[in-house]
């Protein structure tokens, strides 16, 4: 068993079972007995606990990750030392890795793929603005919850972007499938490298593949470093041509050509979800097409070809008699324009050529009026993404992003911003968190510039959830557009399931977003209940009484002369203490008993009468000297007794005396289907004292016994009732219970 299970640490964190394995460090959930919360708590492993690189890597994930608060990235409660441990106290997520969610799917759906990434990249710009480079992203670092949002990590090998760079035995390589081609070089990494992986991760989403794969680790570093992916589409045709480009533009091999930072390629994703038929021009193929001699031919060299395709029909030409003329038309270099020409024939028969200048003419303006549109239109487009100033009225865009509105405005007064507000979990109230014309882009002195600002984390009230069941309670959350956290504990007046408070308290105001500790009940705890009286009572009264005592109830209808629906026994004494939850079992009358009539019992001996006994016969029965009603020659024989089994455990029935008994039994108790295998010693039971009560009876044994149990008045027996007994959990269950035995005996007892 594993040495750290039931360990408390710190005295509060208490480690129930291990949940994951590492390379430098095992996961257990525990549990924060101050918090009363579910935690996960990560153990450095004790070959590493010496080694003070392993060490120092240890405490750079709490350093990193103590700093980063975000709804996509795993927290950190406490970090901790403990008799050569190093320990992080986490957030314990209920899910699956975005890995084992990979495995089970094959591919993704192209809108999955991009809400999981849209979150990873919002996890990644929180810590790239804190100058934190996670350097290990990969599908298993990923967690998905159950409501499909993602929580990004392990920051176990993460770096402070504004770190001095370790010596080359220092550097950590990420998990080799995902890792940068600079990060396998061994060079400097930064933001960019985190950017390379999730373009990684997408195309494993989106093509159930991994980009690269070798036999080895160093082959496939290799591969990152020198060879181009393969497209996606070549793998899955339905791929959108924008999409592809945002991975492949992610997986550029120089970091110069990637997307520079988390935000920008947030942006095209949000292009693209906007609209799938969006591209982005950051891969030639899309941009180039093949003409028919095998050259490149662009958008000009296309216009020109389709304009001199548009030849006339030429009319039918007689043979050339004059072979100089002829001749000279040989050599006549090519004309720029073809030669329109119309044929007469004269009574010499020379051929006169007539020019018509007016399709020449005709066609001249119209190339003239094509390529001025398309140079116009190709002017107005080059403009819009104009990076050079051409004269004094030309203004570079700055980057606003992040900038309070009015120091932008103040620091930029020769443009124009025109603010929109909008609700941002990632920016303070009025920061700018989007600007129409990008960063370097040309615009003139006094252009207006959409700007959107943000109008901070909305703030919502925590919904009043006490006595809801959980589900409902979590409806109630997603409609405020807030998480929680599900927290079971004991609670003897909320139901299970049923919601006990929550934390934050309600009417709370919080940021929305914020996760909310939803306090379930478990019912009652499982201390120990007095079992109720409740011979007598009639069924739904006892019913109630049990439950109120925390006890579950099975209800037997019995044949009975008592009226109808009243509860005539139970299968555990009242005042008993057993822990809740028991089944108790009430015997309740069914009515049917007074209209029964009596029956000789078969039981009784034909060959015995009344004041006969014989000792050897075991269907003679013993009957007490005090009795007046004994016979002579029955003094001074010793009552049955049963057997002492050492080391058995007792249960005591109840065997029901009805209100309506008239005379003194003799109760006997034997195994069932044997007249004198006693298990008890015989009772005598006075229907003065005991009608309409429940007589005790003390049986000793082991196991599950049947038995059945015998009245006698004079030498009358009868069976009243059989009762099955598990001395393993003290219960018992009554079968054939039968209050006309007891009118059969007292009829005999007055003869």
């Known amino acids: 068993m594993d040495s750290f299970i039931g360990l408390r640490l710190d005295g509060r964190y208490e480690i129930t079972d291990l949940i994951g394995v590492g390379g430098m460090a095992d996961v257990y959930r525990g549990r924060d007995i101050m918090e009363n919360r579910v935690v996960a708590v990560k153990i450095l492993k004790s070959e590493y606990s010496e080694n003070e690189e392993f060490v120092r890597r240890f405490r750079n994930e709490s350093k990193a990750i103590a700093v980063l608060s975000h709804p996509n990235i795993v927290k950190i409660y406490d970090v901790g030392y403990e008799n050569s441990m190093q320990y992080i106290v986490m957030e314990y997520i209920d899910g699956i890795t975005l890995k084992e969610y990979i495995e089970q799917q094959g591919m993704l759906k192209w809108r999955d793929c991009v809400h999981f990434t849209i979150q990873i990249l919002r996890a990644l710009q929180l810590a790239h603005d804190r100058g934190i480079v996670h350097r290990d992203i990969k599908p298993q670092n990923v967690m998905l919850l159950t409501d499909g949002s993602i929580k990004v990590m392990d920051f176990g090998i993460a770096r402070f972007s504004r770190e001095v760079e370790s010596t080359s035995n220092e550097k950590t390589m990420g998990s080799v499938h995902y890792v940068s081609p600079e990060q396998a070089a061994g060079e400097r990494t930064d933001e960019r490298s985190d950017i390379y992986s999730v373009g990684v991760m997408m195309y494993e989403m989106l093509t159930g593949r991994k980009p690269f794969n070798g036999d080895t680790a160093v082959a496939v570093a290799l591969k990152h470093m020198h060879d181009k992916p393969t497209p996606p589409s070549e793998y899955v045709s339905s791929i959108y041509p924008g999409l592809e480009e945002i991975i492949l533009h992610a997986m550029e091999k120089e970091p110069s050509k990637r997307y520079q930072s988390a935000s920008g390629m947030i942006r095209d994703i949000e292009a ?264 007598g009572e009639d069924v739904i009264t006892a019913r109630n009484a049990m439950q109120d005592a925390y006890l579950d109830v099975k209800i037997q209808y019995t044949t009975s002369i008592e009226e109808k629906d009243t509860v005539i026994s139970q299968n555990i004494e009242g005042g008993s203490q057993v822990p809740r939850d028991t089944t108790i079992t009430i015997f309740v009358s069914d009515g049917s008993g007074e209209e029964e009539e009596f029956i000789d019992d078969p039981n009784i001996p034909s060959n015995l009468g009344p004041g006969q006994y014989d000792p050897n016969d075991p269907n003679s029965f013993y009957i007490p000297p005090d009795n007046p009603n004994a016979p002579e020659n029955v003094e001074g024989q010793n009552p049955p007794q049963s057997e002492v089994i050492p080391g058995a455990k007792t249960v005591t029935i109840l065997v029901d005396i009805p209100s309506t008994a008239q005379s003194t039994y003799y109760m006997t108790v034997c195994r069932a289907g044997s007249d004198s295998d006693y298990v008890a010693d015989q009772q005598t039971v006075d229907s003065s004292v005991w009608a309409g009560q429940s007589y005790p009876i003390t049986i000793e044994g082991e196991g599950t016994v049947t038995v059945d149990v015998y009245i006698r008045a004079k030498l009358l027996r009868t069976r009243c009732a059989v009762y099955t007994i598990n001395f393993d959990d003290g219960s018992y269950t009554v079968d054939d219970y039968s209050s006309a035995a007891f009118r059969s005996v007292d009829t005999f007892a007055l003869w």
């Open 272 to 535: 693209f979800k906007q609209d799938q038929s969006v591209t982005f021009g950051y891969t030639e193929s899309k941009r180039v097409e093949q003409s028919k001699d095998g050259a490149q031919t662009g958008a000009k060299e296309k216009l020109a070809a389709a304009i001199s395709a548009i030849k006339p029909k030429p009319k039918t030409e007689k043979p050339e008699k004059n072979e100089k003329k002829k001749l000279k038309e040989q050599e006549r270099e090519p004309l720029e324009q073809p030669v329109y020409y119309e044929e007469y024939e004269d009574d010499d028969d020379e051929v006169e050529v007539r020019h018509n200048y007016a399709l020449p003419i005709l066609a001249a303006v119209t190339c003239t009026v094509i390529i001025v549109a398309t140079l116009f239109v190709a002017n107005v487009i080059l403009s819009a993404f104009k990076t050079t100033a051409s004269s004094d009225n030309d203004y570079e865009m700055p980057n606003l992003i992040g900038m309070s509105f009015y120091d932008a405005r103040a620091q930029y007064p020769d443009i124009q911003l025109v603010a929109t507000e909008e609700y941002n979990n990632e920016y303070p109230a009025g920061q700018i968190i989007q600007q129409d014309k990008g960063e370097g882009r040309i615009v003139k002195i006094g252009d207006s510039i959409k700007v959107t600002v943000s109008k901070g984390v909305r703030m919502v009230t925590v919904p009043g959830l006490k006595n809801y069941h959980l589900s409902s309670a979590a409806v109630a959350l997603e409609q405020q557009n807030l998480n929680y956290i599900p927290v079971q504990m004991d609670s003897d007046e909320i139901a299970a399931d049923f919601i006990i408070g929550t934390d934050p308290a309600e009417g709370t105001e919080v940021e929305e977003g914020t996760t909310i500790r939803l306090f379930v009940s478990l019912g009652p705890t499982t201390e120990d209940t007095t079992v109720p009286y409740v011979v």
